[in-house]
């Protein structure tokens, strides 16, 4: 199955009137999980005639304002909205103090119920169809990277199944890797399946250049990473060491090195307003299979 992302905001600490602060909403069947939550994030949601009270699950990279501001009123919205599940919010070291902090500074209406989870490297979440992991980036404050892999499964081929008018409760049986008699023939059922490979997605926000980012987007078949700064005349890389982010070439080079399959670029800084296209050809150089996020735009992996 095709997983979808939307980009609900693609820019960086100062947005524009063409990209929002930063925000990306992963659907995976009932899952419908949002990485960060900049000022702005639900009427995003809007524009993109979407229902925030979708969410289940709330991804913080880090603390920073342009990643979480939009928290105060989208739990408001929700709360005022008869959201009826519990929101899992997971962050790094300190995000239970913030979340505190976060509803003290307003008076809050209504109730919402929500479970705050407060995560390190490694695996975090895991069901029977896809498991959340997570490593430490670099940037002057607790930050996360996240990866969502679909896991590998067997799958019956759904046109053979029909050729052969197999239908009803045996189909389970095929499934479990059972052989079937049907209208009086044998049926082996390794002939009717298929192996769907795993699925991984990998985004990466706030950081200096470090190994962690090559680890957790190893093998990713789509690479969402913040690319504030680009290398123009040196004077782009210095900025992006000095302010712990970035540039599209280093982007690039973790997609290459990570082995991932496609690279999409986000987090871009107000500075390239309108040179987008330069952005990509530095990512290119490096990685040909790259694109530049846009606010509301979507895709599926």
Same mark, same amino acid.
């Given at each position: 199955?095709?997983?979808?992302?939307?980009?609900?905001?693609?820019?960086?600490?100062?947005?524009?009137?063409?990209?929002?602060?930063?925000?990306?909403?992963?659907?995976?069947?009932?899952?419908?999980?949002?990485?960060?939550?900049?000022?702005?994030?639900?009427?995003?949601?809007?524009?993109?005639?979407?229902?925030?009270?979708?969410?289940?699950?709330?991804?913080?990279?880090?603390?920073?304002?342009?990643?979480?501001?939009?928290?105060?009123?989208?739990?408001?919205?929700?709360?005022?909205?008869?959201?009826?599940?519990?929101?899992?919010?997971?962050?790094?070291?300190?995000?239970?103090?913030?979340?505190?902090?976060?509803?003290?500074?307003?008076?809050?209406?209504?109730?919402?119920?929500?479970?705050?989870?407060?995560?390190?490297?490694?695996?975090?979440?895991?069901?029977?169809?896809?498991?959340?992991?997570?490593?430490?980036?670099?940037?002057?404050?607790?930050?996360?990277?996240?990866?969502?892999?679909?896991?590998? &499964?067997?799958? @019956?081929?759904? =046109?053979?199944?029909? *050729?052969?008018?197999?239908?009803?409760?045996?189909?389970? !049986? #095929?499934? %479990?890797?059972?052989?079937?008699?049907?209208?009086?023939?044998?049926?082996?059922?390794?002939?009717?399946?298929?192996?769907?490979?795993?699925?991984?997605?990998?985004?990466?926000?706030?950081?200096?250049?470090?190994?962690?980012?090559?680890?957790?987007?190893?093998?990713?078949?789509?690479?969402?990473?913040?690319?504030?700064?680009?290398?123009?005349?040196?004077?782009?890389?210095?900025?992006?060491?000095?302010?712990?982010?970035?540039?599209?070439?280093?982007?690039?080079?973790?997609?290459?090195?990570?082995?991932?399959?496609?690279?999409?670029?986000?987090?871009?800084?107000?500075?390239?307003?309108? &040179?987008?296209? @330069?952005?990509? =050809?530095?990512?290119? *150089?490096?990685?040909?299979?790259?694109?530049?996020?846009? !606010? #509301?735009? %979507?895709?599926?992996?």
């Amino acid at each position: 199955m095709k997983i979808p992302i939307v980009f609900l905001g693609t820019g960086q600490a100062v947005p524009t009137a063409r990209r929002n602060h930063s925000a990306i909403l992963l659907s995976y069947k009932s899952d419908n999980i949002l990485i960060d939550c900049g000022e702005g994030t639900q009427r995003q949601f809007r524009k993109a005639h979407l229902n925030p009270g979708m969410i289940t699950k709330l991804l913080i990279t880090h603390w920073h304002g342009d990643h979480i501001l939009g928290i105060p009123g989208l739990l408001q919205t929700l709360a005022l909205s008869g959201y009826n599940k519990q929101l899992e919010i997971y962050g790094p070291k300190g995000t239970q103090y913030y979340m505190n902090k976060i509803l003290e500074m307003f008076v809050f209406q209504g109730a919402i119920k929500y479970k705050i989870h407060e995560i390190d490297s490694g695996k975090f979440f895991e069901n029977s169809d896809f498991y959340l992991e997570a490593e430490k980036m670099q940037h002057g404050t607790p930050c996360l990277a996240y990866s969502f892999v679909e896991k590998e &499964k067997i799958r @019956l081929v759904k =046109e053979k199944l029909e *050729k052969l008018k197999i239908k009803g409760k045996i189909i389970a !049986d #095929l499934a %479990k890797g059972k052989d079937i008699i049907w209208n009086e023939k044998k049926i082996k059922a390794k002939d009717l399946m298929y192996k769907q490979e795993q699925k991984k997605i990998t985004i990466i926000m706030d950081t200096i250049i470090n190994k962690n980012m090559e680890k957790i987007a190893e093998n990713s078949d789509l690479l969402i990473c913040e690319s504030t700064f680009m290398e123009d005349s040196e004077k782009g890389k210095d900025l992006a060491a000095d302010y712990s982010h970035l540039t599209a070439k280093q982007a690039a080079e973790t997609a290459k090195k990570s082995k991932s399959k496609k690279l999409i670029l986000t987090h871009l800084s107000q500075r390239y307003q309108g &040179k987008e296209k @330069l952005i990509l =050809e530095e990512a290119k *150089k490096v990685f040909k299979d790259t694109i530049v996020a846009e !606010d #509301l735009s %979507k895709v599926e992996v």
